[in-house]
């Protein structure tokens, strides 16, 4: 947009709910694509207007009303013009995302949390686990900027939980939000190949959000998510290169009436063909979301062949 043009805007343009409704416009006109903890133009004209403004969201209908000066104006301009031209989940831009009700630091080295594990999280994993009996000994694989293990920890104050990931750009952001909510203590950052970095350790609850996506959801992407490591996303043409070393490693890292939560999203198609003789528990959740599954450890020795033998497939 050009000075001129701005000017132009600012004259007729005066509330937070003016700059709303007008950054809802020019982001549904661009066409953008809403998946990385939003689902609509208006939400991300809101969450970048408040960020211009340096106030919390929850003030929303508080603030509405309120007037903007002249260089908070053109700040949020220039953030709209940022989302638009350069395609940038929002995000990446304030580097900021919210996961289980946490604030995290995110940038282009990790992927944007938005798993529906959070919801999991919040609920402390009921009914798998109860509050006389939680669980003591957590694994977060996959971990990118450490939303999941951070949640676990803050849910479950007694609970150590180790947070892997092959990526140390990965690890260094999340050492950045273990550090942020005060949790050097209870959350480990570990460089691990899947399992490498964590032999001889046993949990009680491993969960994870690893790479899934099959190679032909990657090949046709909307350009938002061409900004998140590659890596975090795909992994092999089924997407399940990694999630098959899961299955056939995690009964040995899991005590006897531990669990394994794993999200696959869309590949929960290619999850079902492959082991057609496993009875996946298909968890189900209130704010959206699918593919995430769970299996015990009985589950995962009953079927250790099969995930054997799925690896060198």
């Not at 919801?119 to 686990?129: S, V």
Request: charged share 20%; glycine share 6%.
């Amino acid at each position: 947009m050009s000075n001129t043009n701005n000017e132009n805007i600012t004259s007729q343009l005066h509330t937070i709910a003016d700059y709303c409704r007008y950054g809802a416009s020019l982001f549904n006109q661009a066409e953008l694509f809403y998946g990385h903890g939003t689902d609509n133009a208006l939400s991300e004209a809101f969450t970048l207007v408040m960020f211009a403004v340096a106030l919390p969201e929850e003030m929303g209908e508080q603030v509405m009303s309120c007037r903007l000066l002249e260089h908070e104006k053109q700040n949020i301009l220039t953030l709209f013009a940022e989302r638009i031209e350069t395609q940038k989940p929002v995000a990446y831009i304030t580097n900021l995302a919210y996961f289980a009700q946490l604030p995290f630091y995110v940038d282009e080295r990790v992927l944007v949390p938005r798993s529906p594990i959070g919801e999991l999280i919040e609920n402390h994993f009921a009914p798998y686990f109860s509050e006389e009996q939680p669980p003591q000994h957590i694994l977060d694989l996959c971990t990118g900027s450490g939303c999941i293990a951070i949640a676990c920890a803050s849910y479950f104050p007694e609970a150590e939980v180790d947070a892997v990931d092959l990526s140390i750009d990965a690890l260094n952001v999340a050492q950045m939000n273990i550090e942020n909510h005060g949790l050097s203590e209870q959350v480990i950052p570990i460089q691990s190949d899947v399992f490498s970095g964590v032999e001889g350790q046993k949990y009680d609850l491993i969960v994870t959000n690893p790479p899934y996506v099959d190679q032909e959801d990657i090949d046709s992407l909307p350009a938002e998510f061409t900004h998140e490591p590659e890596m975090g996303l795909g992994c092999g043409a089924d997407g399940l290169d990694i999630v098959r070393v899961i299955l056939a490693e995690s009964a040995q890292h899991l005590n006897d009436e531990g669990i394994l939560i794993c999200e696959v999203g869309n590949s929960q198609y290619h999850v079902e063909a492959l082991y057609p003789e496993v009875d996946f528990t298909w968890l189900s959740f209130e704010r959206g979301g699918h593919g995430v599954f769970m299996l015990n450890k009985a589950q995962l020795e009953q079927h250790k062949q099969l995930f054997a033998a799925a690896l060198v497939v």
